[in-house]
C-alpha cells in the first residue's frame, strides 16, 4: 500500500489522500478538496493508477469537496456514511456560523454508495473498513486500511476536530474517540483531514500520549474541556474582514517546561510589582465586553495571533502573560508565543473566570 497526502494551498489546512494498491494499479481518495483536484489527477497519471473509489469522510464545513469532479473524471463511485441522506438537515444552521455557501455545494454532491459502522470493502489487495465516528459531524466516519486510520476531522495530530459545528456532539465525540479510536493498537498510523503544522501522520501510541482530547476523562469531563477550546464564533474579523473557519484549534504539542502556568493570585502579585508586564488577552472582543478583562490587556484574538505578531513585543525576553476564558486559548497562545522565540511566557491557568473568582476585579 501506498499513502499519498495532498496538502492544500487554500489557507484550510486540508489534507486529502490517495491510497494505492501498487500491485492493481487502482486507487481510492479520500477528502478530496475542490481546490486541489487538478494535482490529484496529476497525481494518478505520474502514478499510472486508476481511481475507482472517492470517499468523503463527512460533509465538509470549511471546503467544498472535490469528490463530483473526480468522480466524472475518472468514472469512479463515491461512498459517504448514510446519515449524508440528510444532509439538508444542516443547512438550517448553516447561516449563524457563515458556512452556507459551502454547506449548499456539499449537499448537492452524488452518492453512489451508502456505509454504515463495520462495513468494509475491497480495493484490489487492499481491505477497507469503516467505523463510524460522529462527533465532528454525525454522518462521520474512519476509515481503517491496514494499520492506517484515516480520521477525517475527528482526530487530528495533538488535537481533534471541532464539535460544536451543525451535525457535531461533544458526547458523541467523546464516544468515537475513547470507545472506538483509542480500541486500536498503538502502532496504528493516524493520517488526519487537517493539519496546520506540517505534519504527515502520527501514531495512536504518540496521541494517547500527547493530545489533550486523549487523556483519560469522563464523558462529562470531556465536554467540559471542549466547551471552552475551541475560540467563539464571530461575524467579521477585527479588521472587517470575513472569519476563515478553522477545524481545529492549531494546538502545537512542546513541552509544558517552555513556558510557566501561574494562578490568578501570582499574577496579581505579578501586576503590583512589575510595571513592564505585557498581558495578551487572546478572547474575542466581545467576550472582554461580556465579562471584563484584566486592566491593561493587549487584545488580539488566538485565531488572529498568527497575522498580527508585529503586536506583540519586539523584546523577546520581555514577560509575556497569555489569558482567555479558562486557560484553555491561553495555553495554545503560549504554545504559539514559545514557537517564535519569547523566553519569558506565562499562561493564566483557569483564565478570566479563575481571576473573577479569585475576587479580583477586571475593567469593561
Not at 237 to 243: A, E, F, Y
Amino acid at each position: 500500500m501506498i499513502v499519498k497526502q495532498i496538502r492544500s494551498t487554500d489557507g484550510t489546512g486540508t489534507l486529502s489522500y490517495m491510497i494505492i494498491d501498487e500491485d492493481n494499479k487502482i486507487a481510492a481518495i479520500i477528502d478530496p478538496n475542490i481546490e486541489d483536484t487538478k494535482d490529484i489527477i496529476l497525481m494518478a497519471g505520474e502514478m499510472g493508477v486508476q481511481v475507482s473509489h472517492i470517499i468523503d469522510t463527512h460533509t465538509h464545513a470549511d471546503h467544498v469537496s472535490g469528490a463530483d469532479e473526480l468522480r466524472k473524471f475518472f468514472n469512479a463511485k463515491t461512498y459517504m456514511h448514510e446519515r449524508t441522506k440528510y444532509k439538508m438537515d444542516l443547512l438550517k444552521d448553516a447561516a449563524k456560523f457563515g458556512i452556507e455557501g459551502t454547506l449548499n455545494a456539499n449537499a448537492k454532491i452524488t452518492i453512489d454508495h451508502y456505509l454504515n459502522d463495520n462495513d468494509s470493502f475491497d480495493i484490489g489487495s487492499l481491505k477497507f473498513k469503516v467505523i463510524h465516528t460522529p462527533g465532528h459531524t454525525d454522518n462521520h466516519i474512519s476509515v481503517l486500511v491496514d494499520k492506517a486510520l484515516f480520521t477525517g476531522d475527528l482526530l487530528l495530530i495533538g488535537q481533534a476536530g471541532r464539535s460544536d459545528l451543525p451535525g457535531g456532539n461533544a458526547e458523541d465525540q467523546y464516544e468515537s474517540l475513547y470507545n472506538k479510536v483509542l480500541e486500536l493498537p498503538g502502532d496504528t498510523k493516524i493520517y488526519p483531514g487537517h493539519d496546520y503544522e506540517e505534519n504527515e501522520f502520527s501514531y495512536l501510541k504518540d496521541e494517547r500520549k500527547d493530545n489533550p482530547f486523549l487523556q483519560p476523562r469522563s464523558k462529562e469531563e470531556f465536554v467540559e474541556f471542549v466547551e471552552d477550546f475551541f475560540p467563539p464564533f464571530a461575524e467579521t474579523s477585527s479588521d472587517g474582514g470575513k472569519m476563515t473557519l478553522q477545524c481545529g484549534a492549531k494546538r502545537i504539542i512542546h513541552d509544558e517546561a517552555e513556558f510557566k502556568s501561574i494562578s490568578a493570585a501570582d499574577l496579581f502579585e505579578m501586576i503590583k510589582i512589575k510595571q513592564n508586564l505585557f498581558l495578551l488577552d487572546v478572547r474575542e472582543p466581545f467576550e472582554l465586553m461580556m465579562t471584563g478583562a484584566v486592566k491593561g490587556v493587549k487584545n488580539i484574538p488566538i485565531g488572529e495571533l498568527p497575522g498580527r505578531v508585529t503586536e506583540l513585543p519586539e523584546d523577546k525576553s520581555k514577560d509575556i502573560v497569555c489569558i482567555c476564558a479558562s486557560g484553555n486559548r491561553s495555553y495554545e497562545a503560549s504554545h504559539f508565543l514559545v514557537k517564535k522565540g519569547y523566553k519569558k511566557v506565562m499562561n493564566l491557568d483557569g483564565g478570566t473566570y479563575g481571576w473573577l473568582d479569585s475576587g479580583y476585579a477586571t475593567e469593561r
